[in-house]
C-alpha cells in the first residue's frame, strides 16, 4: 500500500490561470492508479445556489466531477472531493467570508490537509487565486503554506505575454521563505497565433532559466473546451502525462 507523507498543493501565479484544469488533469492521471486520492479546493468563491438542494455548488468541484466520469473506466478507488470554504460573492476569499461573516482558518485548512494524509492518501489541494490572496484579515495563502509539513508544490502559469514577471515574482516569494516549487505548469488558455508562437517558446526557456524551476508540463491551448465531454480532456492527460513521475515520488 502507498503511503504519503507530504501533499502536493496547486498555486497559480494569477487567477483564471487554468489551476482548475490542471488539478482535474492529474486528478484523472491518479485515478488510473491504485491509490486513494483526496482532491481539495481549498477556498471557493463563485459558488451557486443549487435549486434542488439549496445547497452552495462549487465550480470547480463540478469540473473535478466531470473530469472523472469522462473517464474511459471508473476510478479504481473513488477519489474523496471536498471544499473547506464555499461562499457565493464572487471575489477574493478573505472578503467573500467577510461578506457571509464567516472566518478562513488556515490552522483548519492544514489539519483536513494532514487528516487526510494520514488516511494513507495522496492529497492534492488547489489553492484560490495567487500566492499573496489573503485568506483573512492577517493571513494569505503564502502564510498556509509555511504551516504545511514540507508541501510539495506546482505552480500554474498562464503562457502570455506578462507571465515571465508573474511567475518569477511567485517563485522568488516561495523561495524568500524557504519554499523550493516543484515544478511550473504551463497553460494556453488563449489561442497560439503564428505572431505569438516564438514568445510562447521563449516563456517556457526564461521562466525555467531565471527561475531555476523546471518546467514539467504545458497545456496546449484547446479549442472549444468543454469538460463534461471526453473530447478535450484527452489532450489534457497526453500533456499532464509527463508529471507522473514526480507527483508519485514522495511514496513512502
Given at each position: 500500500m502507498h503511503g504519503f507523507s507530504h501533499p502536493w498543493i496547486i498555486v497559480g501565479t494569477d487567477t483564471e490561470v487554468g489551476k482548475t484544469v490542471v488539478t482535474a488533469g492529474i486528478l484523472r492521471l491518479l485515478a488510473r492508479q491504485p491509490l486513494k486520492v483526496s482532491t481539495i479546493k481549498l477556498?471557493?468563491?463563485?459558488?451557486?445556489?443549487?435549486?434542488?438542494?439549496?445547497?452552495?455548488?462549487?465550480?470547480?468541484?463540478?469540473?473535478?466531477?466531470?473530469?472523472?466520469?469522462?473517464?474511459?473506466?471508473?476510478?479504481?478507488?473513488?477519489?474523496?472531493?471536498?471544499?473547506?470554504?464555499?461562499?457565493?460573492?464572487?471575489?477574493?476569499?478573505?472578503?467573500?467570508?467577510?461578506?457571509?461573516?464567516?472566518?478562513?482558518?488556515?490552522?483548519?485548512?492544514?489539519?483536513?490537509?494532514?487528516?487526510?494524509?494520514?488516511g494513507g492518501r495522496f492529497v492534492l489541494a488547489e489553492c484560490a487565486g495567487g500566492l499573496l490572496v489573503p485568506l483573512n484579515s492577517k493571513e494569505t495563502t503564502l502564510d498556509f503554506l509555511c504551516a504545511l509539513p514540507a508541501a510539495n508544490v506546482l505552480l500554474v502559469a498562464d503562457n502570455r505575454l506578462g507571465m515571465i514577471n508573474h511567475t518569477l515574482l511567485t517563485l522568488h516569494t516561495l523561495d524568500s521563505v524557504g519554499i523550493r516549487a516543484r515544478g511550473i505548469v504551463l497553460n494556453n488558455t488563449t489561442p497560439v497565433t503564428q505572431a505569438d508562437r516564438f514568445l510562447r517558446e521563449d516563456n517556457l526557456r526564461t521562466v525555467a532559466r531565471f527561475g531555476r524551476t523546471e518546467v514539467l508540463a504545458e497545456i496546449p491551448w484547446i479549442e472549444d473546451f468543454d469538460p463534461q465531454t471526453p473530447g478535450g480532456w484527452g489532450s489534457v492527460d497526453e500533456a499532464i502525462k509527463p508529471l507522473g513521475p514526480t507527483l508519485l515520488s514522495n511514496a513512502s
Open positions: 477556498v471557493q468563491t463563485g459558488c451557486s445556489l443549487s435549486e434542488s438542494t439549496s445547497a452552495l455548488v462549487a465550480p470547480d468541484l463540478e469540473i473535478y466531477r466531470q473530469a472523472l466520469s469522462s473517464l474511459q473506466s471508473p476510478p479504481l478507488h473513488e477519489p474523496s472531493l471536498q471544499v473547506p470554504y464555499c461562499f457565493e460573492p464572487a471575489c477574493s476569499p478573505h472578503l467573500a467570508a467577510e461578506l457571509q461573516r464567516q472566518t478562513i482558518s488556515t490552522g483548519n485548512l492544514c489539519e483536513i490537509v494532514s487528516r487526510e494524509l494520514q
